[in-house]
């Protein structure tokens, strides 16, 4: 995210040391090096206010996700370290409310881990009028006995084998608070590759690629062709699309064309099991890849952003949408007609998705199929959703995202208030 977060001149306070009692959060960090700080600035200051008070987590925390947000590998081992240590000293943190009347009291359930881990309710909520108040899991740890303040629960732990075991543990939520829980860790923990793709293909007018759970042992069983393909996938047939089970944002993710280069692959790694799922082309007419992002929430279906690349891989970051006007163009025409266009095409099949799966929020990483299909790739509750790109290279994009922003405020309003009454 920090590459899509340029710095663009001076800003005349740079300070974090007055804001010791709120966590700033992705979505402060990453305006201020928007504004022109940079994060060699930031970083030694919240350093130095962690040393002056052995108590501030919330510095700890914001140096934690500052490193994470450089997406520079050699940092995250010091970003969990930072992020450990802030939750040895506090499980509790919170944002800044955009008034001094917050119109509701939000407490989200996260988990420890990167900018994949947890819904960014903090890009959601962005200057809203609502407290937010961040509650950690910790593994090991039992839940509290008493919850910090509240009026409505959001679970915002993402699906992961490292979230499962905090998702089960949140079955006695409903014992410490009466108040509505969006996003249910019961329906969060069911978010695997294999169980959404056999229950949305089912869904007339979407296709997802057959995914299965695969040993490194069947494999290279069928890299050396004693085990069929069509033994451990449905519809199993080459090419196909392969990635460790704890991968996530492309890496190790490779499509593989034929049995030699599925030996290949699996004698370059180490894991002991795979994702594997069919490879769709879905190549527009133009010959280019076209990857959208969905959020839906509230039964409503929200443009996100529009990934073009002349490669099947498409994800935001490598997709070369700052330099080039023609892509950056489409993008907006997209997001711009979105509710006219892909959001009416694809009605019934978002509204299935979205009641199928149970969930108050969730996003989708999807496309179109070249018979006019809607093509999901992935169905998360932790995908970053945000109004954080360049605004001199993305206009469009901050208003756009702030409808959806005051959309989920709405949401969350209507359904405390529904409690209330």
Known sequence: MMSEVQSRGPVENSKVTDTNQYLIGVAGLARMLESGVSSSELGPQL?????????????????????????????????????????????????????????????????????????????????????????????????????????????????????????LQLHGLSELSARPVLNSPDKIRLLTRSYVSALLKAIPGVTMPATSLVHRQDLLKVGQRVLSLAKILDEGRFPIIARPVASHGGKDLAKIDNAGGLSAYVAALSEEEFFVSNFIDYRAADGQFKKVRVAIFAGHPFACHMAISSHWMVHYFNADMGSSVSKRNEEERFMKDFEEDFAEKHKECLGSIYRSLGLDFIVLDCAETQDGNLLIFEVDTAAIVHALDDPELYPYKRPLMRKAFAAFREMLIARAQATRE
Do not use: W
């Open 47 to 167: 350093e130095a206010r962690a040393t002056r008070d052995p108590s501030d987590a919330n510095a700890r925390m914001d140096l934690s996700t500052l490193l994470f947000l450089s997406e520079n590998p050699s940092h995250r081992k010091f970003a969990f370290q930072k992020q450990k240590e802030a939750l040895q000293i506090s499980q509790t943190y919170r944002l800044r409310p955009g008034t001094d009347v917050p119109a509701l009291r939000l407490l989200v359930i996260m988990a420890p881990g990167d900018m994949t881990a947890n819904t960014p309710v903090d890009c959601l909520l962005e200057d809203a009028d609502i407290e937010v108040t961040m509650f950690y899991l910790v593994p090991g740890r039992a839940l509290p006995v008493v919850l910090p303040d509240h009026d409505l629960i959001f679970v915002a732990i993402g699906h992961s084998d490292q979230n499962d075991d905090l998702l």
